[in-house]
């Protein structure tokens, strides 16, 4: 009998679930929607709806096959969400903030003398995207909330943890995802008691940290064997266990990642995280982050009443775009400004809604590629940018990458490559050892780039010109 994994992916918009075998094929994939809450820079989930979501999708898989032919679980969870929840019960006490929540923006500024101090021992910035800031703020919205969290009463974590905890009954992380409260340092792999008091985040209060690929208990008598961000395990799914792979996975957001080996390798402009970890072995990486790639072109889908199949096959070529400044989240890697607003500018009378799909889309490619540039400056330069997601059914977004980037860009065959990489991983924790992680993934297409240099770096310098000046009327507030 073939020996499958069931490989699940909560996202910020779905939760998505495959069965896949030792080869890698996909056997059987499902899928959920997930609901948030907008409303300002607010944007919630309700950790109920997210928790059963995720039951949902895993029972599909495991009534789909003999329940002894499938040898384990793995989890790829969106890495800053966070909630507050009993640990006696595990029922959960607030509802859970979205990684693209910016309500803490104010304070996260107050805070901004100890960035420096924050990225020497996380690796990551000071930023309202991930959960300390979150966390603080949830716990004084409980009543008797820091107190009962200091007596370890309130568990204060990332989804990941809540979603272990409801599958097998545990209050456990893993390195990846405990980076992304702010409150780990990166060096020792353990969360630190001065950043705790820094942002009030009680020690007592967080999740226990365990490898990414080891066995936390089992959900129907089949062992969960494996957790990892999404992003991460992207980047497994490229193949990147391996030092040097560079890989864009194209979500919400759109995240650059490169992986380093063994140490933790820093960048004043980059962020640097566990990728994952073993009960032998620990992986780090590096990485860009675009907030707004899926989001900002479903938004002007939307507006414009376009289809994402439309565009397909379309070149998008520089010349009557709109001019785009994609920051409807954030602007992240290199600027790291969280208060920045999206632009749409040099638009007039002869403008069409193509032209502002097609400079939404240029925009977004030169977005990736400020963080291609970032990662150079950090020493891990990129040579082929290995791609996925469903955007890159976009051939003219891949070509602009290839293009203006001066980069070979490779179009993985597996779309969702995070349930490729969990899968990986969760058969690495189920045998103990990293060969399962050791493999090239197959190519759907690769593209070369056409334009000169000459015209490619041009390019490049007008739209750092475009987005030095777009950063002024990006923080405008709203009439």
């Not at 962020?271 to 970890?277: D, F, I, K, Y």
């Not at 775009?321 to 290199?334: E, K, N, R």
Request: with cysteine; hydrophobic share 40%; glycine share 10%.
């Amino acid at each position: 009998m073939t020996t499958l994994w069931a490989a699940i992916d909560q996202g910020s918009t779905s939760t998505k679930g495959a069965l896949i075998s030792d080869r890698g094929d996909v056997v059987f994939e499902t899928h959920v929607p997930v609901a948030r809450e907008v409303s300002g820079d607010s944007v919630v989930h309700e950790p109920a709806a997210l928790a059963q979501g995720v039951v949902h999708v895993l029972d599909r898989l495991l009534s789909r096959e003999p329940r002894n032919s499938v040898a384990g679980i793995g989890l790829a969870c969106q890495r800053s969400t966070c909630l507050l929840w009993d640990r006696a019960s595990g029922e959960e006490i607030t509802k859970a903030l979205s990684w693209q929540d910016r309500s803490q923006t104010r304070r996260a500024v107050l805070l901004h003398r100890h960035d420096r101090m924050i990225r020497r021992r996380t690796g990551l910035r000071l930023s309202p995207h991930y959960a300390a800031l979150k966390l603080a703020h949830l716990l004084g919205s409980v009543p008797a909330g820091r107190r009962r969290a200091e007596r370890g009463e309130i568990v204060a974590g990332t989804l990941d943890a809540f979603l272990v905890r409801r599958l097998v009954g545990r209050d456990l992380t893993e390195p990846g995802h405990a980076g992304r409260t702010l409150c780990f340092d990166l060096d020792r792999g353990a969360f630190d008691r001065d950043l705790c008091r820094l942002f009030g985040v009680p020690r007592a209060a967080l999740p226990a940290v365990v490898p990414s690929a080891s066995i936390r208990g089992s959900y129907r008598g089949i062992p969960l064997t494996a957790v990892a961000g999404d992003q991460q395990s992207a980047l497994l799914g490229h193949g990147g266990w391996r030092t040097g792979v560079t890989a864009a996975h194209f979500g919400t957001g759109a995240f650059i990642l490169a992986s380093t080996g063994s140490r933790p390798k820093r960048g004043a402009r980059v962020l640097s995280a566990a990728l994952a970890t073993t009960n032998r072995t620990r992986r780090f990486q590096v990485e860009g982050s675009v907030n707004s790639a899926g989001s900002a072109v479903d938004w002007i889908f939307g507006i414009t009443k376009s289809r994402l199949q439309d565009w397909a096959g379309r070149e998008v070529e520089p010349g009557t775009l709109a001019a785009v400044l994609p920051a409807f989240a954030g602007l992240a890697t290199p600027w790291w400004r969280p208060e920045t607003r999206a632009v749409y500018a040099a638009i007039n009378p002869r403008t069409s809604a193509d032209d502002l799909i097609g400079g939404t889309l240029f925009a977004l490619a030169m977005r990736v590629l400020d963080c291609v540039d970032a990662l150079a400056g950090a020493g891990v330069p990129t040579r082929v940018l290995r791609v996925s997601g469903k955007l890159t059914r976009l051939d003219g977004l891949v070509a602009l990458l290839a293009n203006a980037g001066q980069i070979r860009v490779e179009v993985s065959k597996l779309e969702e490559t995070g349930l490729a990489g969990i899968a990986r991983l969760a058969a690495a924790g189920a045998s103990g050892n990293t060969r399962p992680l050791s493999y090239r993934p197959e190519t759907r297409s690769y593209v070369r780039p056409r334009w000169s240099a000459s015209r490619a770096a041009k390019t490049r310098r007008r739209w750092r010109s475009f987005v030095r000046r777009a950063l002024a009327a990006a923080e405008v507030e709203p009439f």
